[in-house]
C-alpha cells in the first residue's frame, strides 16, 4: 500500500486542512440531532469551502479504536497496519519508542476508593482537568519512578487535559495486555491481564497503577 501511495503522490505547495468529526453523531432530540442544533458558525464556513465525504474506516458495524482509525484515513490498510493509541501518543508527546518498548496511553481519572466515578478526571466544578496540573502530576510520577519496575524503564510525559502516556523499557516486555479502563463511570478498575506471552507487561503495568495510587 505505501509503494502505491509513494507512486501517487505529486509534489505540491497547497496544504490539505483535514478536520475530522469523531464520534460526532447523535440521535434526533425533538426531531434534530446536537449537531443541527448547534452553533457552528465556523463549520458552517469551513464546510461550505471544503470538500466534505463521510468513511468507514474498517467495516461496517465495526467501531475501530484510534490506531485503526487515524491509519485509514491517511489511505494505510488497517488491517496490514497494526499501531495502538499507545504508539500514536508517545510519539505525539515527543517520546521515540523503539523495538520492544510498550506504549501505553493513560487517562487521569476520579476514583472514590471503590470505583472510577470519572474517566477524564475533572475538577469540583466537573470542568475537565488543567493541563498545567497534568503536567506537575507526570513530573512527579516521573520522579517516583527513576529506579524504574523491576529492569524496567519507564518514561511518563504528559499529554492535553487530562491525557498521559506511559512508555515502558526493557527485556521481555511483549504486547497483547489487556486494559485497566473499566469502559464505563461507577466501575472499578480493571486488572491488567495478559494474554500471547504477555505476563511481564501484564506485573510491570499492575505495578505501576499500584505506585501511582500511592
Not at 58 to 84: N, R
Amino acid at each position: 500500500m505505501s509503494d502505491w501511495l509513494a507512486r501517487l503522490a505529486k509534489p505540491t505547495s497547497s496544504r490539505i486542512f483535514l478536520v475530522v468529526l469523531d464520534g460526532l453523531g447523535g440521535l434526533p432530540l425533538n426531531r434534530r440531532t446536537e449537531l443541527e442544533q448547534a452553533h457552528i458558525p465556523n463549520l458552517d464556513e469551513l464546510a461550505r469551502d471544503s470538500s466534505l465525504g463521510a468513511l468507514v474506516p474498517i467495516e461496517h458495524g465495526i467501531t475501530p479504536g484510534s490506531g485503526q482509525a487515524h491509519i485509514a484515513l491517511f489511505g494505510y490498510d488497517p488491517f496490514a497496519y497494526q499501531v495502538g493509541r499507545g504508539v500514536l501518543e508517545c510519539l505525539g508527546v515527543g517520546l521515540s519508542p523503539g523495538p520492544g518498548d510498550i506504549c501505553c496511553r493513560a487517562n487521569f481519572c476520579n476514583f472514590d476508593g471503590r470505583v472510577v466515578t470519572s474517566r477524564r478526571a475533572v475538577d469540583q466544578n466537573g470542568e475537565r482537568m488543567r493541563t498545567e496540573l497534568c503536567r506537575e502530576l507526570c513530573d512527579g510520577l516521573q520522579r517516583a519512578f527513576e529506579d524504574g519496575i523491576e529492569d524496567v524503564q519507564v518514561t511518563v510525559r504528559s499529554g492535553e487535559e487530562h491525557r498521559f502516556a506511559v512508555m515502558f523499557s526493557g527485556g521481555g516486555l511483549e504486547d497483547g495486555a489487556t486494559d485497566s479502563d473499566p469502559g464505563a463511570d461507577g466501575l472499578p478498575p480493571r486488572q491488567v491481564e495478559a494474554s500471547g506471552g504477555a505476563e511481564k507487561t501484564a506485573r510491570v503495568a499492575n505495578a505501576f497503577i499500584r505506585r501511582c495510587a500511592e
